[in-house]
């Protein structure tokens, strides 16, 4: 970790922590004003101030980063005892609505659980996975890609399983692409993608997320006519296996749409299927995740952009006719 300094230590993580919560809980001031955490019934520390970052509506959802992560150690313990339950899925995906937390909130308990198992080796690889994630999440590009290439790393050389480390490839790819390293992001996606098929199969969620942030890289690169056949055959998949309101799903059809409306070859068939697609998510999107849910504002961009493309293409003046065709003697053609 000679590249990440201040991950050498607990009391490093800690402050990190706290800065952390402290960011998150200002942006969420608005939406949480005069609400109480559902965890603790405010009970807790009321000082610290509450945070809502998944797709909870109305009271739901309102929490101390501390009661979530408290949540979230105890279901890992759980895990590890082998009482059942989510387990470590709960530092991450919330346990109401059981969507992704997003944004700064991810962030905020990707510091919670680096800080969590910085002092316990076998965990440590886990905590290093969810805080390059959260980091991510808020666009802290540089200072994720650092974390991710650390945890492949260790994973590699400490002989982690080929899952764990499709999984880190997958989430330093993710970071790879949006800090705009889009060849390189490329073919990490690629071969995740074809390991996550070698292992599990396409009816898989791993497999499907992982086809839909390769389809997305490919669309960064405007390879359309690939990213469109991944995704005619991925999003079937995804329904299936995730389900039609997974955040995931909508993504993908979002995705798909945008391959449609952009490529330089596309019909007015093709646009008018960018529009529908797109307005079916963005209602979809609106009931399941909200309108203020960083999937649903995404969606609704591409919306905006599909509808602009096809209106342009339908108020554009027909192409001129092509020019008669000459007129030869038969004698000149001998």
């Not at 198992?117 to 890609?145: H, I, M, N």
């Not at 389809?215 to 991925?234: C, D, H, N, S, V």
Request: charged letters at 25%.
């Amino acid at each position: 970790m000679a590249e990440t300094p201040w991950l050498r230590d607990a009391a490093q993580a800690a402050q990190k922590y706290d800065e952390a919560v402290v960011v998150a809980v200002e942006a969420c001031a608005e939406d949480t004003e005069g609400q109480t955490c559902y965890i603790c019934h405010g009970e807790g520390d009321e000082d610290e101030g509450l945070v809502r970052g998944c797709a909870c509506r109305g009271a739901s959802g309102n929490a101390h980063v501390s009661c979530l992560a408290r949540l979230a150690e105890d279901a890992g313990n759980r895990e590890l005892r082998g009482a059942g339950g989510p387990g470590f899925v709960r530092w991450h995906t919330c346990g109401l609505c059981e969507q992704r937390y997003h944004g700064l909130v991810a962030c905020a308990l990707g510091w919670a659980c680096w800080k969590t198992y910085v002092s316990s080796p076998p965990d440590r690889r886990f905590g290093l996975g969810v805080l390059g994630s959260g980091l991510s999440e808020a666009k802290l590009y540089e200072d994720a890609l650092s974390v991710q290439e650390a945890t492949l790393s260790t994973m590699r050389r400490l002989g982690a399983s080929e899952h764990d480390i499709l999984v880190a490839q997958d989430n330093l790819a993710f970071t790879c692409r949006k800090s705009a390293r889009h060849e390189r992001a490329l073919q990490m996606q690629r071969d995740a993608y074809a390991g996550w098929l070698r292992l599990y199969g396409e009816e898989d969620e791993h497999t499907v997320m992982s086809a839909g942030n390769y389809a997305t890289t490919l669309t960064y690169l405007q390879r359309f006519g690939e990213a469109k056949a991944l995704l005619r055959r991925t999003i079937p998949v995804a329904q299936r296996v995730l389900g039609a309101n997974h955040q995931f799903t909508h993504q993908m059809s979002a995705i798909y749409a945008e391959a449609l409306y952009k490529d330089d070859v596309a019909t007015l068939d093709d646009l008018r299927e960018a529009v529908m697609t797109l307005e079916d998510a963005e209602r979809i999107a609106r009931r399941v995740l909200s309108g203020a849910h960083s999937v649903t504002t995404g969606i609704e961009r591409r919306l905006r952009e599909s509808r602009a493309a096809l209106g342009a293409r339908e108020t554009a003046p027909p192409p001129p006719p092509p020019p008669p065709a000459p007129l030869y003697d038969e004698d000149e053609l001998e």
